[in-house]
């Protein structure tokens, strides 16, 4: 296992400008998201007659959703944001 570590590390020094390292922190967190995508994918596999979120039990969940992150952007990040970050959020929130 040390020696596979040293050898993922040594390629990623190579490739650092273009590959970022990520933090301790961070790499806990990819590894949370990834099994939680995992899980995700064995319960749609598993149990296909499970309510999930979509249309037919949370009606208008899109728009829902944009209304209230509008909200907390006018609210929040107006203030805070750059330009670019701004210019982002609202073209996702279509603004």
């Given amino acids: ?13 190579e490739a650092s400008e273009w590959w970022k390292t990520p ?23 598993t149990r296909p007659g499970d309510a999930r979120n979509n249309e037919r039990f ?12 509008g909200r907390i952007y006018h609210k929040h990040i107006e203030n805070h944001a750059d330009d670019d970050q701004k210019a982002r959020i609202l073209a996702i929130l279509g603004q």
């Fill in 1 to 13: 296992m040390k020696e596979l570590h040293e050898l993922v590390m040594s390629f990623r020094s």
């Fill in 23 to 45: 933090s301790p922190q961070d790499c806990l967190r990819y590894a949370f998201t990834e099994a939680g995508e995992a899980m995700d994918a064995h319960l749609r596999n």
């Fill in 58 to 69: 949370v009606p208008n969940l899109e728009s829902r959703i944009k209304s209230r992150l």
